[in-house]
């Protein structure tokens, strides 16, 4: 009893760990191995594939875009989220309680229904295809999470 | 907790994010109502259509099929996800150094980026080049996931249960852990079996926790994107199409405004309904 016990959270973990492993062995090996033959680990070992990631500009411009939309959403979410947190945890106001099922509601929004409005209102004030304009978008989503965990 | 004082300009501390959230959902959310009951034909100029789109979407069987599929696959989901994760939680170790260790490496899926889920279980599950497509082809059963429908459903479930069984376990471990040892001690000087343990100590205790994880991962699997979109994109056919992905199909594939924005209010309500009365009942069961 004690060792089927012990199995079970085993093979579960070795379930998720599979496909990270396949990832990481895809990382290391070249193009043709990948496409030419199937193994388990990499016969040519190589680093090709980061050295193409840290110096080909289109690949680490992605990197920075992410970083500055993680920088603004972030900066953004908190700005706003932290005093009204406070006051949602320190007062009682009118109409509180609906302004917080309100905010929730938002979290519960699927993100396609806002896809096609957000693609013209930041069109309509020039912001599409900027950083900001996804991470005011994201914020969406955020500022109600941070509200509800803060 | 401080106890709350009632103190009306609290509002201004509420102010910056009611505007910023109002900036991003009020308006877009009015303008999809207004889209939803008009008629374009470019050049802004509009044409009032009453609750025709309402009607064609509602009718079109092509609406059905995603709502359906939409329903079955966050039915298998939730059938699978909640019992797994806490079959999972009570086979962990209580103490000891393992604990934390199974915590960490099951929490990792967590916290990878949706889209690299999908990316990953594509190569994972490359009938030729992939582990998982390799060790089923070799079990003898024919499966490529780009081509049969089965095994394009069997991909993408396998992909979410991955993703987020470990949040039901940590929600589920978490709740176990708060168990006292007294109610062990009691049920075993009853005499109590395994199973009226699990019945009548372990399972109310976790009753509130798995709530919330049924809520949290109905509206997840039900407003399901990314993945299956980076995974088979809707394919093979429309056979892993679901309502997200179809709405952004008609949306943005095809600009059609105001079925795509009748289908979103539509889509909208049916997650806020269900919410809500999830929502409702918990709170209910709670104040008992």
Request: charged share 10%; glycine share 4%; hydrophobic share 55%.
């Given at each position: 009893?004690?060792?089927?016990?012990?199995l079970v959270?085993?093979l579960?973990?070795?379930?998720?760990?599979?496909?990270?492993?396949?990832?990481i062995?895809?990382?290391?090996?070249?193009?043709?191995?990948?496409?030419?033959?199937f193994?388990?680990?990499?016969?040519?070992?190589?680093?090709d594939?980061?050295?193409?990631i840290f110096t080909?500009p289109?690949?680490?411009?992605?990197?920075?875009?992410?970083?500055?939309?993680?920088v603004?959403?972030?900066?953004?979410?908190?700005?706003?989220?932290?005093?009204?947190?406070?006051?949602?945890s320190r007062?009682?106001?009118?109409?509180?309680?609906h302004?917080?099922?309100?905010?929730?509601?938002?979290?519960?929004?699927?993100?396609a229904?806002?896809?096609?409005?957000?693609?013209?209102?930041y069109?309509a004030?020039?912001?599409?295809?900027?950083?900001?304009?996804?991470?005011?978008?994201h914020?969406?989503?955020?500022?109600?999470?941070?509200?509800?965990?803060? | 907790?401080?106890?709350?004082?009632?103190?009306?300009?609290?509002?201004?501390?509420v102010i910056?994010?009611?505007?910023?959230?109002?900036?991003?959902?009020?308006?877009p959310?009015?303008t999809?109502?207004?889209?939803?009951?008009?008629e374009?034909?470019?050049?802004?100029?509009?044409?009032?259509?009453?609750?025709?789109w309402?009607?064609?979407?509602?009718?079109?069987?092509?609406?059905?099929?995603?709502?359906?599929?939409?329903?079955?696959?966050?039915?298998?989901?939730?059938?699978?996800?909640?019992p797994?994760?806490v079959?999972?939680?009570?086979?962990?170790?209580?103490?000891?150094?393992?604990?934390?260790?199974?915590?960490?490496?099951?929490?990792?899926p967590?916290?990878?980026?949706?889209?690299?889920?999908?990316?990953?279980?594509?190569?994972?599950a490359?009938?030729?080049?992939?582990?998982?497509?390799?060790?089923?082809?070799?079990?003898?059963?024919?499966?490529?996931?780009t081509q049969?429908?089965?095994?394009?459903?069997?991909?993408t479930?396998m992909?979410?249960v991955?993703?987020w069984?470990?949040?039901?376990?940590?929600?589920?471990?978490?709740a176990?852990?708060?168990?006292?040892?007294?109610?062990?001690?009691?049920?075993?000087?009853?005499?109590a079996?395994?199973?009226?343990?699990?019945?009548?100590?372990?399972?109310?205790?976790?009753?509130?926790?798995?709530?919330i994880a049924?809520?949290?991962?109905?509206?997840d699997?039900?407003?399901?994107?990314?993945e299956?979109?980076?995974?088979?994109?809707?394919?093979?056919?429309n056979?892993?199409?679901?309502?997200?992905?179809?709405?952004?199909?008609?949306?943005?594939?095809?600009?059609?405004?105001?079925?795509?924005?009748?289908?979103?209010?539509?889509?909208?309500?049916?997650?806020?309904?269900?919410?809500?009365?999830f929502?409702?009942?918990?709170?209910?069961?709670?104040?008992?």
């Amino acid at each position: 009893m004690r060792r089927i016990t012990w199995l079970v959270p085993t093979l579960y973990i070795i379930f998720l760990m599979m496909p990270i492993y396949w990832l990481i062995n895809m990382s290391f090996k070249t193009t043709n191995e990948i496409l030419g033959s199937f193994t388990l680990w990499p016969k040519e070992f190589t680093l090709d594939n980061y050295i193409t990631i840290f110096t080909d500009p289109t690949w680490y411009n992605g990197y920075f875009n992410s970083l500055t939309y993680v920088v603004m959403n972030t900066v953004i979410s908190v700005t706003v989220a932290l005093p009204a947190a406070y006051a949602f945890s320190r007062y009682r106001f009118l109409g509180e309680k609906h302004l917080f099922f309100w905010l929730l509601t938002n979290r519960m929004a699927p993100p396609a229904v806002f896809a096609l409005p957000f693609f013209q209102l930041y069109s309509a004030v020039n912001l599409f295809d900027t950083p900001l304009a996804v991470a005011l978008a994201h914020t969406l989503f955020n500022v109600p999470l941070a509200v509800w965990i803060l | 907790m401080a106890r709350k004082t009632t103190n009306q300009k609290a509002w201004f501390l509420v102010i910056p994010v009611v505007l910023l959230v109002a900036f991003n959902a009020i308006i877009p959310l009015m303008t999809v109502v207004n889209y939803s009951f008009q008629e374009t034909f470019g050049d802004n100029v509009f044409f009032w259509e009453g609750v025709k789109w309402y009607e064609q979407v509602l009718r079109s069987s092509r609406f059905h099929d995603s709502l359906l599929r939409q329903i079955i696959f966050t039915s298998i989901i939730l059938v699978i996800e909640i019992p797994l994760g806490v079959a999972i939680a009570l086979a962990m170790p209580k103490k000891g150094i393992w604990v934390s260790v199974c915590l960490v490496l099951m929490a990792l899926p967590l916290l990878i980026p949706w889209n690299v889920v999908g990316a990953m279980w594509n190569i994972y599950a490359l009938p030729e080049l992939g582990l998982l497509g390799r060790i089923i082809n070799g079990m003898g059963f024919d499966y490529n996931f780009t081509q049969g429908p089965l095994a394009a459903w069997f991909t993408t479930i396998m992909m979410d249960v991955w993703h987020w069984t470990s949040l039901v376990v940590l929600l589920a471990y978490a709740a176990l852990s708060s168990i006292p040892d007294a109610y062990y001690q009691a049920a075993k000087i009853d005499g109590a079996t395994p199973w009226a343990v699990f019945r009548y100590i372990q399972l109310p205790k976790m009753k509130r926790v798995l709530t919330i994880a049924i809520l949290l991962r109905f509206m997840d699997s039900f407003m399901i994107y990314t993945e299956p979109f980076v995974l088979t994109g809707g394919g093979p056919g429309n056979t892993t199409t679901f309502l997200s992905i179809d709405l952004v199909k008609i949306a943005l594939g095809q600009f059609d405004l105001g079925p795509a924005a009748a289908m979103s209010l539509i889509y909208f309500l049916i997650v806020l309904l269900t919410s809500w009365i999830f929502y409702t009942l918990m709170m209910n069961n709670e104040e008992k």
